[in-house]
């Protein structure tokens, strides 16, 4: 069975920086790319970035460009989301998101973190 | 970017009774492998969005058959047969035929 658990979730400052995990397990987690979608508090669904099954392609939303960093580490079945320069816009649930036979054709979901950017 | 628009926005439905979402794209989701990208997903009340129906019609695993998917190009809908309380949530469809885009979302609520 196909897990995702996300981790890393909090509160943090404008202007600060957050890192987001999701452990995969349940799939070969190196033979898919893998996103990460956010919905802000009582509002939509937003896709923020994919990355490719090796790493070598990475595709972002261009409200994060230039901030936040998606990453995988395939011994450790592990997908991270750096998150910089951060603002109050970018309050969101965050869900890692598995991709089914393409990059964006998104089958499975975790519950999701929390980050809150707040003084 | 590929917009997406759903309507209605709000369908109150009763139990045991049919429901209907349409979903219309701002452009051609048919992609140059030849495959139409658009998928359905439910999000319950508390819980992370759910895969329903992927590539315009296919339901995917362990979702009832009272869900069906249909349409093509720029015009896709959504039916559930007879409307269960389970099924209460927010609807969404998303397209993935470019970098992902989603509907506004239809909630779903029994009467």
């Known amino acids: 069975e196909v897990h995702l658990v996300e981790s890393g979730g909090g509160l943090v400052q404008p202007g600060g920086s957050l890192r987001l995990s999701c452990t995969a397990s349940?799939?070969?987690?190196?033979?898919?790319?893998m996103s990460w979608v956010r919905q802000a508090p009582g509002k939509g669904l937003e896709w923020v970035a994919t990355i490719k099954r090796d790493g070598s392609e990475k595709v972002y939303v261009d409200s994060v460009k230039g901030r936040f960093t998606i990453s995988r580490d395939d011994a450790k079945n592990s997908l991270y989301l750096q998150m910089t320069s951060l603002r109050a816009e970018d309050t969101a649930i965050y869900y890692c998101v598995k991709a089914a036979s393409g990059s964006f054709d998104f089958d499975y979901w975790g519950q999701g973190a929390l980050a809150t950017v707040s003084s | 970017d590929i917009v997406m628009t759903q309507t209605p926005l709000s369908s109150p439905v009763t139990l045991g009774q049919p429901a209907s979402i349409s979903c219309r794209s701002s452009?051609?989701?048919?992609?140059?492998?030849?495959?139409?990208?658009l998928n359905w997903l439910q999000q319950r009340p508390g819980q992370p969005p759910r895969l329903l129906i992927y590539k315009v019609s296919n339901r995917f695993s362990g979702v009832p058959d009272r869900f069906s998917g249909s349409g093509a190009g720029t015009d896709f809908t959504l039916k559930i047969s007879k409307v269960e309380t389970e099924d209460v949530g927010v609807y969404y469809c998303m397209q993935a035929t470019q970098f992902p885009t989603f509907g506004q979302g239809t909630k779903v609520e029994i009467k």
């Open positions: 349940g799939f070969t987690f190196s033979n898919y790319w």
């Open positions: 452009q051609s989701l048919v992609h140059s492998d030849g495959n139409t990208y």
